[in-house]
């Protein structure tokens, strides 16, 4: 298989859903090559959307050279609740059409990040119980979930 596994990947929904550290690295330790060698693994497993929690569109270009398809939602602050329902709405509609499979990233994941993962599979109805999905969403994430992680899961769809 060509290519190189990004940091911290993991699918939430398989094949259609996963979350991995920014493409190529972040900070100092960013590198195009990796990027690139990221993005054909990427490729490879189906990916062919991404949506940015960066701010500014990082690596935009990049990626719409590969043909995917970037949606962007810069995360700079504490997340408010109608910030939460315009991500989930994003999050929707990078995964339409059907056969879309969605990438999302910042340059760590983070608490955040997690719960937000979590909350959507409340959104989308996959998951009922917050509870449980805060319990899965830690097995999938390989991490315990903070305050402000848990804060982002709803309490149903």
Do not use: C
């Not at 060509?2 to 979350?19: H, S, Y």
């Not at 989308?124 to 315990?144: H, M």
């Amino acid at each position: 298989m060509a290519g190189l596994e990004p940091r911290g990947f993991k699918w939430v929904i398989a094949g259609r859903l996963a979350v991995s550290e920014r493409i190529g690295g972040y900070g100092f330790q960013h590198r195009r090559v990796r990027r690139e060698e990221e993005i054909i693994w990427l490729t490879e497993q189906g990916v062919n959307v991404v949506l940015s929690f960066l701010p500014g569109g990082q690596n935009q270009a990049a990626y719409t050279d590969a043909g995917f398809r970037f949606f962007t939602y810069a995360i700079e602050e504490e997340l408010e609740d109608e910030h939460v329902t315009e991500i989930f709405a994003l999050m929707d509609e990078a995964l339409e059409p059907r056969g879309s499979s969605l990438l999302v990233h910042r340059d760590l994941i983070d608490d955040t990040v997690v719960g937000l993962l979590g909350g959507y599979l409340v959104h989308a109805g996959l998951i009922e119980d917050p509870i449980v999905a805060t319990s899965v969403i830690q097995e999938i994430a390989g991490k315990a979930l903070g305050p402000e992680g848990r804060r982002l899961i709803p309490s149903g769809p």
